[in-house]
């Protein structure tokens, strides 16, 4: 199975400042059509996980635009420009380019 | 508005079928495209995926569980169903259905439902 390897595993950042979390895979996620199937997801405390960038870059519905990601092959990162006291939780990237289906460990985000 | 809710028997015993049912609203499946799939988190952990159908009945498992899945659906009902088989106490999780399009960009997802395996 594809290993996502997520750091920092806790970030803690105040109001307003940018952060990025890595995701990093055990193997490349381009396949041979040439597309590359990561994901981040968001999960507030309590609360279901809720999509926030699919196939690497692509702003889920009403997600703000403050949230980013970008990469290739094997090598991935969501980044927040001006966190908000609603971005606490833990994010997690996913791959579907390989069976099956992969979720990394988490980066849980704290407000100071 | 998409909408999906999980139901299932809160508790069972080692060695039972859990039986789930995921009922949604907002999206067919019998469009073209459309999927649910199946999430499981234990207490204070990270996300699993177990399975997935489609609108055209193709179903994907987890290897990991196995041949213990079994997905599948009523498409006239707009209900997605999941049974395990042979739990035991590793299987105690919040499970999540979740719409899937596009491939599994999973952009609705239910309020998950708890179960507890425990003898």
């Known amino acids: 199975d594809v290993v996502l390897t997520q750091t920092p595993s806790t970030l803690s950042a105040t109001i307003g400042q940018s952060v990025s979390i890595s995701c990093r895979s055990s193997q490349s996620l381009l396949d041979s059509a040439g597309n590359t199937y990561l994901y981040w997801y968001l999960q507030r405390p309590g609360q279901s996980p809720q999509l926030l960038i699919y196939?690497?870059?692509n702003l889920g519905s009403g997600v703000p635009n403050r949230f980013s990601g970008s990469g290739s092959g094997t090598d991935f990162t969501l980044k927040i420009s001006g966190v908000e006291a609603e971005d606490l939780g833990v994010y997690y990237c996913m791959q579907a380019t390989h069976a099956p289906l992969t979720f990394g460990s988490g980066t849980k985000l704290e407000i100071k | 508005q998409v909408t999906l809710k999980e139901s299932g028997p809160g508790i069972l015993q080692p060695s039972q079928t859990l039986s789930l049912t995921c009922t949604f609203s907002?999206?067919?499946?019998?469009?073209?495209?459309?999927?649910v799939g199946w999430i499981r988190q234990p207490s204070g952990k990270g996300l699993e995926w177990l399975a997935n159908?489609?609108?055209?009945?193709?179903?994907y498992y987890n290897p990991s569980l196995k041949n213990r899945l079994t997905i599948s659906k009523d498409t006239s009902n707009n209900q997605a169903f999941l049974k395990i088989t042979n739990v035991d106490t590793a299987d105690t999780a919040t499970y999540y259905c979740?719409?899937?399009?596009?491939?599994?960009?999973?952009?609705?997802w239910g309020q998950g439902a708890s179960v507890t395996v425990s003898s």
């Open positions: 159908i489609w609108w055209d009945d193709d179903k």
């Open positions: 979740a719409r899937s399009y596009g491939p599994y960009v999973m952009d609705a």
């Open positions: 196939l690497v870059s």
């Open positions: 907002g999206f067919s499946l019998s469009t073209y495209g459309m999927g």
